[in-house]
């Protein structure tokens, strides 16, 4: 069994999107309970640090982040996204929570090069892959998978990266980052039609983009089957140095926000073709990072399987 490294932060509980919103502090809470109950492997829990600005800026220009952080409230919530269609809500505790939730890719990257640590998960919200380079939206302000890769690229030389997002919805931030970037690949497979809209199999950027999109009532069986034949075979062939992972939970079938039917143990065999890709390729290196995910009892089961996973390879 291998070590896995936790990085989270109490400050990611204080970020609050409103009553009834689906993105809310109690999904960090189970996961952290749920991680704290595995017995089966020897897990380390760390302290996410504040992501710097320059970090930030690898992806997001310094102007766009200031803007953001300018219109957190001092009370109350603001939308923003246009009325009345606003779902990506600032509150006056946002800053540190979308600092903490980035800083915990940079530590993590740090762990892998640094430590020679293998295996890292960051437990954080807000998540992040629907951020694009200008624009948040989907719950997410800062792409923190893309950030950790530019990092990885510009710290320590990292030439090629794969990210692989399993989240049911498809993550148009990471896609558009990475879009013209040959050194990192991108795979999503994820529900459609189904918010954002995005990621067609014709979007391939140049080359680097494989997506994946399946149909409502989809089962375990056949995601895994369509995400082994898309994705995961172009990922083989792409040979990364270090993998990360959008890790969102929300394809399971209790899921309230999308119709796909992963059961929680399907977690466990997605996450451990990434790491046997990751043993061959990248010296078992692999970097997770908490997405979706929006009924509790299935985050919690889920995660356990997703470490299970994680550890077992």
Same mark, same amino acid.
């Given at each position: 069994?291998?070590?896995?490294?936790?990085?989270?932060?109490?400050?990611?509980?204080?970020?609050?999107?409103?009553?009834?919103?689906?993105?809310?502090?109690?999904?960090?809470?189970?996961?952290?309970?749920?991680?704290?109950?595995?017995?089966?492997?020897?897990?380390?829990?760390?302290?996410? /640090? +504040?992501?710097?600005?320059?970090?930030?800026?690898?992806?997001?220009?310094?102007?766009? %982040?200031? !803007?953001?952080?300018? &219109?957190?409230?001092?009370?109350?919530?603001?939308?923003?996204?246009?009325?009345?269609?606003?779902?990506?809500?600032?509150?006056?505790?946002?800053?540190?929570?979308?600092?903490?939730?980035?800083?915990?890719?940079?530590?993590?990257?740090?762990?892998?090069?640094?430590?020679?640590?293998?295996?890292?998960?960051?437990?954080?919200?807000?998540?992040?892959?629907?951020?694009?380079?200008?624009?948040?939206?989907?719950?997410?302000?800062?792409?923190?998978?893309?950030?950790?890769?530019?990092?990885l690229q510009n710290k320590y030389k990292i030439k090629k990266i794969a990210i692989i997002d399993f989240d049911v919805h498809h993550g148009n931030g990471t896609q558009e980052i990475f879009y013209q970037d040959r050194n990192v690949a991108y795979g999503s497979i994820h529900?459609? /039609? +189904?918010?954002?809209?995005?990621?067609?199999?014709?979007?391939?950027?140049?080359?680097? %983009?494989? !997506?994946?999109?399946? &149909?409502?009532?989809?089962?375990?069986?056949?995601?895994?089957?369509?995400?082994?034949?898309?994705?995961?075979?172009?990922?083989?062939?792409?040979?990364?140095?270090?993998?990360?992972?959008?890790?969102g939970f929300d394809a399971h079938k209790s899921d309230p926000l999308a119709n796909i039917n992963l059961e929680s143990k399907d977690y466990n065999q997605i996450t451990k073709m990434i790491t046997e890709i990751a043993n061959i390729h990248s010296q078992g290196r692999v970097?997770?990072?908490?997405?979706?995910?929006?009924?509790?009892?299935?985050?919690?089961?889920?995660?356990?399987?997703?470490?299970?996973?994680?550890?077992?390879?």
């Amino acid at each position: 069994m291998k070590k896995i490294i936790v990085y989270t932060h109490p400050d990611c509980l204080l970020k609050d999107n409103g009553p009834n919103h689906p993105e809310k502090k109690e999904r960090l809470q189970v996961i952290l309970k749920s991680i704290q109950d595995i017995s089966f492997t020897d897990i380390e829990i760390k302290d996410a /640090p +504040l992501a710097a600005d320059d970090d930030i800026c690898l992806v997001h220009p310094a102007t766009h %982040i200031n !803007n953001i952080f300018s &219109l957190i409230p001092i009370s109350g919530l603001v939308g923003v996204e246009k009325e009345p269609n606003a779902d990506t809500f600032l509150c006056s505790n946002s800053k540190n929570a979308i600092l903490r939730s980035c800083g915990a890719g940079i530590a993590a990257a740090n762990s892998l090069i640094k430590d020679n640590e293998k295996r890292v998960f960051c437990a954080v919200r807000p998540p992040g892959h629907h951020a694009e380079t200008v624009r948040a939206n989907g719950f997410c302000f800062v792409n923190n998978v893309a950030v950790t890769a530019r990092y990885l690229q510009n710290k320590y030389k990292i030439k090629k990266i794969a990210i692989i997002d399993f989240d049911v919805h498809h993550g148009n931030g990471t896609q558009e980052i990475f879009y013209q970037d040959r050194n990192v690949a991108y795979g999503s497979i994820h529900e459609q /039609p +189904l918010f954002p809209g995005t990621g067609s199999e014709q979007e391939k950027g140049i080359g680097n %983009i494989f !997506n994946a999109p399946v &149909l409502a009532g989809t089962d375990g069986k056949n995601f895994i089957k369509i995400l082994k034949n898309r994705i995961l075979e172009n990922i083989d062939k792409f040979k990364p140095e270090i993998i990360l992972i959008s890790a969102g939970f929300d394809a399971h079938k209790s899921d309230p926000l999308a119709n796909i039917n992963l059961e929680s143990k399907d977690y466990n065999q997605i996450t451990k073709m990434i790491t046997e890709i990751a043993n061959i390729h990248s010296q078992g290196r692999v970097i997770s990072f908490l997405e979706g995910g929006y009924d509790l009892l299935a985050l919690s089961e889920s995660i356990k399987e997703h470490f299970l996973g994680l550890s077992e390879n």
